[in-house]
Structure formats: C-alpha cells, structure tokens
C-alpha cells in the first residue's frame, strides 16, 4: 500500500506564493515521475508540472515562469513552489506519483487533494 500525503495548500492574496509538498510513503520501491495536476469544478483534471527521478521537468503552459516543481528523492517528497499567484489559480490540487512496489507492481497513486484559494 502506498499513499501520497500533501501539505500546503491555503488562502493567499493575489502576487503571493505558496509551497505545496507531497510525501510517499508505503511499499515502494522506486519513484520514477511525481507531479501535480488541479482540477476546477466541472472540469477535467489538468496537469501543471511533472519531474522525473533524474530531475527532468515539464509545465503546463499557464504557470511556466511562476512556478516550480522539485523533488527529494531520499524522502520521496515532491514540491510545488507557486509564486505569482493569480486567482485563476484557485483549485484543488492533487499530487502524483508513477512508480514501482517493493512487490514490483507497477503502481500510480494520488493525493487527497488540497486547496488552494488566490483572493483578496
């Protein structure tokens, strides 16, 4: 069994920044990608940044430049730094990770979610 605990979500004003985290823990052998998607209400989950174990990275085209993922690989932990915040940044978030058990099964897990709100 595995599971992905966030962390860090909440209110912030517009311009402002927040750092969301993501721990794995459970049966895992090996963490390839870990990333982070959101979704709005009544629409479909989107993606907004990956990184692969060797640190390679991809983003969606609405948050390059105002945010950055990183990764722990030791802790098997994933970040979102979020600067500039906008309020169309205001959704759920959800973490993401690809990867193998201890068991060798191929396994890809998700978070609880957690919010963000962007408001004055």
């Known amino acids: 069994q595995v599971q992905l605990v966030e962390s860090g979500g909440g209110l912030v004003q517009p311009g402002g920044s927040l750092r969301l985290s993501c721990a794995a823990s459970?049966?895992?052998?090996?963490?390839?990608?870990m990333g982070w998607y959101r979704q709005a209400p009544g629409k479909q989950r989107e993606l907004v940044a990956t990184?692969?174990?060797?640190?390679?990275?991809n983003y969606a085209d609405s948050v390059k430049g105002r945010f950055t993922i990183s990764r722990d690989n030791a802790k098997n932990t994933v970040y979102l730094q979020m600067n500039s915040l906008k309020p169309e940044d205001t959704v759920v978030y959800y973490c993401?990770?690809?990867?193998?058990?201890?068991?060798?099964?191929?396994?890809?897990?998700w978070g609880q979610g957690t919010l963000v709100t962007v408001s004055s």
């Open positions: 993401n990770a690809v990867g193998l058990s201890v068991e060798g099964r191929y396994l890809e897990v």
């Open positions: 459970g049966s895992i052998f090996s963490i390839y990608t």
């Open positions: 990184i692969t174990r060797d640190g390679s990275t």
